[in-house]
């Protein structure tokens, strides 16, 4: 038997990956914090971390992955999950697209002929999305999305009360876009509990181990890979990457396919999460964003991610 004391301790490498492109990466001084939400201005531009959880359970991590922030448009994804979950494929389909719009993500524009929002990803799509969530009322509802992120973690989560007030009082273009859907009758009457539930989806604190459990679930045909329990039906997880694929990161998101290649979704507090299916889930987090609000340092991390682990899904043989 070897002698313990013989033995060279190796780094796997996935660590040495995320370590390389974490150094590499920190003193990227580009982007600036989003501060269209007063509360989410404040934060540390400086703070870094990228997590990748495998579909086996393993957790690799780097930077500070433990610190909370708002998952923000992040949260866009697994509510879309539990509205199909409610619902199912033809009805949602009914009341929000699945076509990219190659416009910002808050842009105030719904399709011409159906007059459905394009997509769940973007901001009038989401909150088309969110009014569609089962529940008797306000705090139901509320607590049935807070229940599904739980199981996609793994943990309780709290919304940050500052983050949602702040947004709440000053979300004035997401209200715009709720009443236009409201005349369409793409929305119901409600639509302040609508954008509350929205506000406080959006406002749900993460941290960067959190986003990449969150991205291998999906990976995992939404199974949570270290507590096994299944977040959402499976039978939805092609629709739900189907979205991220094309929709996730804006419009920026034609680009990312090309050259990334795996479905992904950004969020104006500086997360991304990409999901290589079959193998790993992806988190990273740094705020500071470029023009189309995704994070500058999240974007550089996940091409170079992708190029050395060859996780296009179009350019890796044997998949
Ligand atoms: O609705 C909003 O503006 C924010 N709560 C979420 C926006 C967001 O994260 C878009 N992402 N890039």
Redesign the pocket.
């Known amino acids: 038997m070897a002698n313990p004391e013989d033995l060279e301790i190796v780094s796997s490498p996935l660590a040495i990956v995320i370590d390389e492109l974490h150094s590499k990466y920190k003193s990227l001084q580009a982007g600036v914090v989003a501060n269209y939400?007063p509360e989410l201005a404040k934060v540390n531009p400086d703070l870094f971390s990228i997590c990748i959880v495998t579909v086996d359970g393993q957790v690799y991590e780097v930077g500070e992955y433990k610190q909370l922030f708002t998952i923000?448009?992040i949260s866009k994804v697994f509510a879309y999950g539990l509205a199909l979950e409610d619902h199912g494929r033809d009805y949602v389909l009914t009341k929000v697209g699945v076509e990219p719009t190659g416009e910002a993500?808050?842009a105030i524009i719904l399709d011409e002929q159906s007059k459905r929002p394009y997509n769940p990803m973007v901001?009038a799509g989401a909150i088309a999305t969110t009014s569609l969530i089962k529940g008797s009322g306000a705090t139901e509802r509320l607590n049935r999305m807070l229940d599904m992120f739980r199981r996609y973690v793994g943990h309780d989560v709290f919304v940050d009360i500052s983050v949602f007030t702040s947004?709440r009082s000053t979300?004035h273009r997401?209200r715009a876009m709720a009443h236009l859907m409201l005349n369409f009758g793409m929305i119901d009457k409600n639509i302040e509990e609508a954008l509350d539930l929205y506000?406080q989806q959006?406002a749900v604190m993460v941290n960067c181990r959190d986003l990449a459990v969150m991205a291998a679930t999906l990976a995992n045909k939404g199974t949570n890979p270290i507590t096994k329990e299944q977040a959402v039906d499976s039978h939805y997880i092609k629709d739900i990457l189907s979205v991220m694929y094309t929709c996730g990161m804006?419009n920026f998101a034609g680009e990312w396919a090309y050259k990334i290649g795996v479905p992904a979704k950004?969020?104006?507090?500086g997360g991304i999460i990409a999901v290589v299916p079959h193998q790993m889930g992806i988190g990273v987090f740094s705020p500071p964003l470029d023009a189309r609000?995704n994070s500058v340092r999240g974007v550089k991390v996940c091409e170079e991610l992708s190029q050395r682990l060859c996780l296009h899904l179009f350019e890796c043989s044997g998949r």
């Open positions: 939400i923000q448009s993500f808050n901001n947004e979300g997401n506000f959006c804006y950004s969020g104006v507090c609000g």
